[in-house]
T-cell receptor
């Protein structure tokens, strides 16, 4: 049973470009979470999604950031017009059912904005 | 708003010494989870505690959930270099909001 997959593992973008981060949850998991981790800091919750629904986006910046989890395919975290402050590790996690279930984390995408 | 704080933020210990990290919530939690993140890695689930006063052990690791379900601790006996990493607690409050703690970074000096 494959774990949570994230790609790309490393992404370099110039200021103003778009970044698309993908997450495929574990098989059988319908709940996906995105977190951001700045260097030497903790995990900051961004958004919680189920298939085709955003359940909680209270941690998402109001502008430039969006997330989706379509019926088919991976969950996508999209950052438009990236700025240097967006440089961070973005982790996706999935769980089988409830939010408080064990969350299984992917390896993360390290975004660097030049 | 809800906060889940961990102390200490950083801890350096000699190999063989014990280590404890404390997790404190501003509100009552329905459950608490602990995760470990190795340097350069991703968080990995360690354990979940649900009951008030619950204590669970995993080899040299002992996890406790406070009686009031607002705090928790992770204790490692006789640390080894493989214990290096950041330990996060995470909890769900009674409003179904889920929060990660600020983390404790453990360095073990051989």
């Amino acid at each position: 049973n494959a774990g949570v997959m994230q790609n790309p593992r490393h992404l370099v973008r110039r200021r103003g470009q778009e970044a698309r981060l993908r997450c495929s949850p574990m098989k059988g998991h319908s709940h996906v979470y995105w977190y951001r981790q700045l260097p030497e800091e903790g995990l900051k919750f961004m958004v919680y999604l189920q298939k085709e629904n955003i359940i909680d986006e209270s941690g998402m910046p109001k502008e430039r950031f969006s997330a989706e989890f379509p019926k088919e395919g991976p969950s996508i975290l999209r950052i438009q017009q990236v700025v240097r402050g967006d440089s961070a590790a973005y982790f996706c996690a999935s769980s089988p059912a409830f939010r408080s279930d064990t969350q299984y984390f992917g390896p993360g995408t390290r975004l660097t904005v030049l | 708003g809800q906060q889940v704080m961990q102390i200490p933020q950083y801890q350096h210990v000699q190999e063989g010494e014990d280590f404890t990290t404390y997790c404190n919530s501003s509100t009552t939690l329905s459950n608490i989870q602990w995760y470990k993140q190795r340097p350069g890695g991703h968080p990995v689930f360690l354990i979940q505690l649900v009951k008030s006063g619950e204590v669970k052990k995993q080899k040299r690791l002992t996890f406790q959930f406070g009686e009031a379900k607002k705090n928790s601790s992770l204790h490692i006996t006789a640390t080894q270099t493989t214990d290096v990493g950041t330990y996060f607690c995470a909890g769900e409050d009674t409003g179904n909001q889920f929060y990660f703690g600020t983390g404790t970074s453990l360095t073990v000096i051989p």
